[in-house]
């Protein structure tokens, strides 16, 4: 995740825009980048507080790929190295032994440009980053990684809902998971304004889509639900005061409010969100946002485990399959970040 704009946006020069990943490459079963799908080989450096990080998360749960593809989470405040591993023993992750995720991108490629971001995927074997392309790493752990996908998982991607799937999480990306960091982000006041209009656009879109229908599309989760899930579960917490997304709270609108709380309560869904780490990355990172570095106490979370009535709209969560188990004990989220 990467939060400083290059000023090159549609919106002028006093508008968010976002780097594109620069590491591209992909781990497919083929392994036609020369990274091939192999059980154990790679390890997925996250963030919990990041929304991007977020997708690879809950991914990973669904389709059950703990043991086939390894977790470090990174801390939530980073420093002028940017992500670092202090949440670890001799703040240093134990599978890599690096204290920082750039030095895997110097590794791979001196100066890299674009930052240091997550998700990342790095091999393990030499520690070099493989990919910090966010949107084709679920894609490909969907598609890609099938042969170590856990029995009854999911199918995040089907291949007959692609179309419209990619048309809805097109609108989302550019509307809702972006939008909110181009309202937040913005140093004009025009810029801002056309950053929030669009954000609760879309919202009430998807509001009145998702009103007599309980996924975004078809009958059972798919990418698109996680790509949204994402931003929804931090609107409240974050992106509703940090970010000046304050038309309403998500509490507000009865259908999104119920949406998201019914994925949150899924598991693969809840069980990876961390509510400290996204207050605490967020407020205390976000200095030219706010410089105090104060984090809220609020809001309230004990909402997010109240019924949510979703399932008379039908649906079948993970169609023909099951719900992942447990997260392993190691991930488990602790107290503090949990409704």
């Known amino acids: 995740m990467s939060e400083t704009g290059d000023g090159n946006s549609e919106y002028g020069r006093k508008s968010f825009s976002r780097s594109r990943s620069h590491f ?26 990041c929304p991007w990080a977020s997708r690879a998360l809950v991914s990973r749960r669904l389709l059950g790929l703990e043991d086939a593809l390894s977790l470090a989470v990174a801390d939530p405040v980073q420093d002028d190295r940017s992500w670092r591993f202090t949440l670890d023993e001799d703040d240093r992750d134990p599978v890599l032994g690096i204290r920082y995720l750039g030095e895997a991108y110097e590794a791979r490629e001196s100066d890299p440009p674009g930052g240091v971001s997550v998700p990342a995927i790095v091999d393990v074997p030499t520690g070099l980053l493989v990919t910090n392309d966010y949107p084709q790493i679920t894609l490909d752990l969907a598609t890609e990684w099938t042969a170590l ?66 996924y975004l599309v078809g009958d059972t989760l798919t990418e698109a639900d996680i790509r949204l899930f994402t931003t929804l579960v931090r609107f409240d917490a974050v992106y509703h005061g940090h970010f000046k997304c304050n038309r309403y709270k998500l509490t507000e609108d009865p259908v999104l409010w119920a949406y998201v709380r019914d994925l949150f309560q899924t598991p693969g869904f809840g069980d990876t969100v961390d509510f400290d780490h996204i207050k605490r990355h967020y407020y205390v990172v976000h200095t030219g946002i706010n410089p105090t570095q104060v984090v809220p106490t609020g809001p309230d979370l004990s909402g997010w485990l109240a019924p949510h009535h979703r399932e008379q709209l039908g649906g079948r969560p993970f169609g023909d399959g099951t719900p992942p188990g447990p997260p392993p004990p190691e991930e488990q989220i602790p107290a503090a970040g949990r409704p």
């Open 149 to 214: 996908h856990r029995p009854g998982a999911p199918d995040l991607y089907p291949e007959p809902l692609r179309d419209e799937m990619d048309a809805v999480m097109d609108g989302v990306y550019r509307d809702v998971n972006n939008g909110v960091y181009r309202a937040g982000f913005a140093t004009g006041q025009d810029a801002y304004e056309r950053a929030y209009a669009d954000v609760f656009r879309r919202l009430g879109m998807l509001s009145e889509r998702l009103a007599d229908r309980r």
């Open 24 to 49: 591209t490459d992909r781990i497919t079963a083929k392994g036609e980048d020369g990274w091939p799908v192999e059980a154990g080989r790679y390890r997925l450096v996250a963030s919990r507080a």
